[in-house]
């Protein structure tokens, strides 16, 4: 089993700062990548960055420039800082983590999620 742990959310007004963290935890053969998604009442979960094991980010367009996903020298745990917040980042974010985990013969890839963090901006 492995288990993917977010904290961090909360309530900020429009222009204001938060600062997620993510740990995953439990039977990991090793990490693949590490990522935040988002979903807002009525909408998909959608993608707001992603970062792999060698180093390589990805984000949304919506919030390029403003939210910016890091580590500090391995891939777990990884930390999402989101500044410039919008009403319109307002969401359950998640964290998701690829990772192959301990199996027999050999690791399995795996795709796990925590149970997500409330972010609300004020406007």
């Known amino acids: 089993q492995v288990q993917v742990m977010e904290s961090g959310g909360g309530l900020v007004q429009a222009g204001g700062s938060l600062r997620l963290s993510c740990a995953a935890s439990g039977n990991i053969f090793r990490l693949v990548a590490m990522g935040w998604y988002r979903q807002a009442p009525g909408k998909q979960r959608e993608l707001v960055a992603q970062?792999?094991?060698?180093?390589?980010?990805n984000y949304a367009e919506s919030v390029r420039g403003r939210f910016t996903i890091h580590r500090d020298y391995t891939l777990n745990p990884v930390y999402l800082q989101m500044n410039s917040l919008k009403p319109e980042d307002t969401a359950v974010y998640y964290c998701?983590?690829?990772?192959?985990?301990?199996?027999?013969?050999?690791?399995?890839?795996?795709?796990?999620w925590g149970q997500g963090t409330q972010v609300t901006v004020s406007s």
């Open positions: 998701n983590a690829r990772v192959y985990y301990n199996d027999d013969p050999v690791p399995r890839p795996g795709d796990y």
């Open positions: 970062i792999n094991a060698g180093g390589g980010i």
